[in-house]
Each structure stands twice: as C-alpha cells, then as structure tokens.
C-alpha cells in the first residue's frame, strides 16, 4: 500500500518539499545542539524542562483523542463515523512519532535511551509512559493497517483484529493519564500536584484532537475528492463542545482550590500564569489570549447556530486550538518551575534553535500523516 | 541498585575467568569450584583499610557558626575544586553542588515579616539532603540516580544518565545541576583523582563517597575552619551529629515533601 505514498501530483511533491525544508533547517540546529548541548535552548537550572516537553505533553493528547472516533464507531457501531476514524488513528500514529522525537530531542544524552529499556525501573512514570506510548503506536499501526488492507480488497477484517481495536481504546486513554502522571506525582511541584491533572488533560485532549479532525477533513474536503458529509462533522463538534465544558470547568476548579485555599505554594503559580510575579509576566498575554479564545470558542460551539455553520464552527475549532496549545503546549509545563522551589522567580523563554527543531519535529510528523492520508485516499479512490 | 551491579561484576568477573583460566583448567583437569572461587574473590566489595562508614549518614550544619565566619566561601570552594566542577558565570548554565541561600529560600515556609534578624539575615550553606525516601531516585527511569543502601548515599552513575531531568522535576531542594555543554573548558584547575562529566548528565552533592572510601571526610566538612558541617552515622547514638541534634533546635528543609531528608540545620 505504500506505494501510494509514492506517487503524487506537483501540489502533493511541493508540499511533501515544504515539509523537508523545514525538517532540514531543524535538522542543521539540532546537530548544533548535539554538538554544543541543551544550552542552545532557553532551559536552566531552574526551568529544566521547557517548550519540547510541553509540545510532548501536548501532542500526547492529540494522539489519544483518536478514541473520540474510534469509540464511537466501533463499540457503539457508529456507522457515520467509518469515513473519519481511519483518518483519526493516522493522526495518533504521526502524533505518537512526533510525542517520541521530541522526547529524543529533549535528552541530554539522545543514544542512552535505550538504557530506559535496558534497565526497567517501575516505580519510574517515565518508564511506563515510554511503554504506553510505543504500544500506542504499535496498536494503531497494526488497526490502521489491517483494516486499511481489507478496505482495499473489499473484504471484511480478520475477527481477531476486534479485541486490538478494543484494546486500543482504554489504552488511548492511558497514554495520557500516564503522562499526566509524570507531573501529578511530584510533591516538589505543586502547580502539577492536583488529582485533576489527569482528568483535565483528557478533557482538553478530547477538545484538541476532534477540533483538529474536523479542520482536517474539511481541508481534505477542499483539497481532495474525499467528503466525510456533513452529519460526522457535526457529530464530531458535539464531542468538542462536551470536552470543551468540562475542560473549562476543570480549569475553574483548579483556580477555585488554588486562590480559595490560598496556600502560596500552590497559588503563586497561578498568580505567575494569570497576573505575574515579582514584575516577572513572560506568560500573562499568553494565559489571557488562551482564556479569551477558550471561552469564545466555547460560545460558539454551545450555541447551535453557530456550531452548524461550518465558517463559525471552523473559526470555534482554530481558536480553541490555539488556546489548548497555549495551556497545555505552553503555559502549564513552564509555569511548573516558576517560581522554583526555592521561591525564586526565574523565566524561560525558548530560543530560536529550540523553535527550529520544535517546527521540524511538527514538519516530521505532517509528513508522517501526509503519506498515510495519501495512501488512505488513494485505496479508497478519492483523490 | 548496589546489588544489580555486584551481579554484574560477578557475571564480568565469571566471564573473564571463564576467557582467560577456563580453557587451562579444562586442560588440567579441574572442575569448575576453581574458578567460582576465584571469581568471589574478585567480586568481595573492596575493604579499604581505614574507610569510614556508617550505617546512615547525615550532616548537621550549625547556622549560628556559620554566621560568626562572615563572607565564608571555603566549603563551596573545597568542594567545587574537589570535584570538578565548573564555574561558567552565568546562571543559565550554572552547575553548583552547595552553595548559600539566605533563610527565605532555605527554609522558607518558616519565614515571616518580625523574625529576629539574626535568622532573617543568617545564610546557610544548601546542598543534595541525601534523602531517605528521594523523590529523585522514585522518578529516574533508567535507575541511573539510585540510593546506596549500606549508609544512605544518594548517588549519580554518570554513565547510564540519560540526560531526561526528571530527577531535577522532582527534587524539592533544587540541588540537582544539569550540564548543558561541556563543563570541562570551564574547570579552572582539573583534580586528575576525580572524574569530570560529560555534557547532558545530572550532577550533585556525593556526600564525598570517594572521600569516605579512603578514610576523609567530606570536602567540605574539613574545609569549614568554623566547625559549622558536622558529619556522621545518625543510627549510632554516641555520634557527633546525634548528639548535637539532641542538644539543639533543628530544622529540615521542606519536611512536608516527605523524603526525610538527612541535612538538619541548627539555629
């Protein structure tokens, strides 16, 4: 099937070159900072994690909210969304590759990784994340390949790929509670240290993901013979709306705990996220265009009209995209380490190499879904 | 840990001798007691005659002392020269293993606007406490940072670290340092008896586990020319430490994380 993959027209190979440009630009500063170390990034002793951790974090969710249209589909036989879910566990499968480039880039020393496989320690969150996740990927390679495969002999699925499908769904959800708890379960951060942690990165995940399904079928739509028709789409933005609110309200709770019980520890990082510092901000424009972009998002999607009209409903998607990414890809890992937890104020800002090998890494994983969507259409005839 | 890694010798050891003295004693006719003998000794933990030991250690740091020695540095000095540690004057790229902080930020949750001044302005030497239950070594995924089960060391193996800083994520004290280029251009004056690190691994205090072996005290504790770092065995009762914990009023950092950590400060 991958050969499909292989051919294409002048807009498919110009794009394909787009993305290994970036990919090349990224490539060129990440053998800089395999030479020179991590201190080409904007991470110090104080913010020891940064931007390559949050867009791990981030994309986590991504690829976990293909559940969203598995679920439906094939636990509940719903049967709308047997155009879409093929699209969604190729989402997962690029999300988790680009999930492990950016843990790779973010080592201190990327060739000892194997040492995690090598000397397993359970009572580690890292291990088991590094575990879930490679599942995750295996599973929605073997579903998407299977039952792609069928597809193209138009035949029906062997039996023994039902269990995996179902297998994949818990396991969807896994990989983010996992890594959820690669934060929840630190004393010494507060700011992570909240039951909800877990709770709300599935809330915001569920929003994320399904938004972005939804702008990628209705590019495909545009670019492509392939229409997924109108009644999936707004299937798709009732889940968004649900995951929206709830994600919302969870964020709500936090900030209630934090500035009712008014415990410093847990407050100063809010007040670092929401009002600054100790005169230090970086982050407040950022924490307050995610908040306004959350909420408008939100009315949008609650109110039917807007939510059926696919100009609004696209504008909700885009914005509560951007004010995911800004909480969960941005604000939430970096406002962990600020203030220290020797109540020191000391910022981050990622530099431009960081940004380079962050966009590549994203080009990595477009390109990853680009061939798959490729393969997916052309099987299916709908280019 | 300790124990994965005796195995590991044991099994070098084995094959080593398995190489080198299998096939002679084969053709000698010996059985194989021979070389399981012999590999024990190979693998006996190495005794140093004079070591000093303990079976939990700890450090006491006396804050009033350390105020009555004024703009002291010699224990960062000692201990920084000791092991290699650079110096790259930036703080984006700082490595330091103790160092000062005033009570705010050492023990901070305890400050408050009327404490005497002698507190509020005493500073006190931070570094790795050497924690009972060390969130670190919980968090590390490849069991690179571990805790030596014999006398409470929490240790590094620079040469399994991974680099991924989850044990700087995790640690309540902010006494892990990164090293984010290549610390060796920036070491002024190289210890040939210590080794220095590699960029992309995770280093801290040892407790000087080098220095116990060969019968020494820590770095530091013997640079302190006021008596301030007293060091020792907190399960023997006669110990210096015990003794001066009983005496006086101590503080740990942070207690409310629960790692138990085995620096205490008198005030």
Known sequence: MIEHALKGDKRYWSWVATLLAVMGIGFFFYLRQYNEGLTVTGLSRDVSWGFYIAQFTFMVGVAAS????????????????????????????????????????????????????????????????????????????????????????????????????????????????????????????????????????????????????????????????????????????????????????????????????????????????????????????????????????????????????????????????????????????????????????????????????????????LLVVTGLYKVALSVRKQL | MSVERRKFLKMAGLTALGLAGGAPAKVLGQDNAFADTAAEAVVKPIERSGALTAKRWAMVIDVRKCQEAGECTKCFDACHLTHNVPDFDNPKDEVKWIWKESFEHALGDQDHEYLNDAVKHAHMPVLCNHCDDPACVKVCPTGATFKREEDGLVMIDWHRCIGCRYCMAACPYGSRSFNWRDPRPFIEDIQPDFPTRSRGVVEKCTFCDERLARGQLPACVEACEAGALVFGDLEDPESEVRKLLAERFSMRRKPGSGTQPEVYYLL
């Not at chain 1, 843990?103 to 995690?116: A, H, K, Y």
């Not at chain 1, 240290?193 to 709300?200: E, Q, S």
């Not at chain 1, 410093?264 to 929401?274: D, I, K």
């Not at chain 1, 901000?281 to 924490?287: A, S």
Request: charged share 10%.
């Open chain 1, 66 to 365: 293909a559940v969203m249209v598995v679920l439906p589909y094939y636990l509940h036989n719903f049967k709308e969304f047997g155009k879409i879910t093929i699209l969604g566990e190729f989402v997962a499968i690029g999300s988790v590759v680009v999930c492990m480039t950016f843990i790779f880039v973010d080592m201190g020393q990327p060739f000892r990784i194997i040492n995690v496989f090598l000397y397993p320690s359970p009572q580690s969150m890292m291990f088991w994340d590094a575990v879930a996740l490679s599942g995750y990927l295996v599973l929605n390679f073997v579903i998407s390949h299977i039952t792609l495969g069928a597809e193209r002999k138009g035949i029906a699925p062997p039996k023994w790929i039902k269990p995996v499908i179902i297998l994949s769904i818990p396991w969807a959800v896994s990989i983010h509670t996992v890594t959820a708890f690669l934060y929840a379960g630190l004393a010494a951060r507060p700011f992570w240290m909240t039951a909800i942690l877990a709770p709300r990165f599935l809330a915001s995940a569920f929003s994320a993901g399904p938004a972005l399904l939804i702008l990628v079928c209705l590019l495909l739509r545009k670019l492509t013979k392939f229409n997924v028709g109108k009644e999936p789409i707004q299937k798709v933005a009732i889940i968004v709306t649900y995951a929206l609110a709830i994600n919302i309200f969870f964020v709500l709770m936090e900030v209630f705990t934090a500035v009712y019980a008014n415990m410093p520890e847990h407050l100063s990082h809010f007040q670092y996220l929401f009002v600054g510092l100790h005169g230090h901000g970086n982050l407040v424009p950022w924490m307050w265009t995610s908040t306004v972009f959350g909420l408008v998002a939100l009315g949008l999607l609650i109110v039917p009209k807007t939510r059926r009209n696919e100009t609004t409903l696209v504008m909700a998607c885009i914005l509560l995209f951007i004010s995911l990414w800004i909480d969960k890809g941005l604000c939430l890992i970096i406002a962990g380490f600020v203030p220290n937890p020797l109540h020191y104020v000391v910022e981050y800002v990622p530099t431009l190499p960081e940004l380079a090998i962050s966009a590549a890494v994203y080009a990595m994983g």
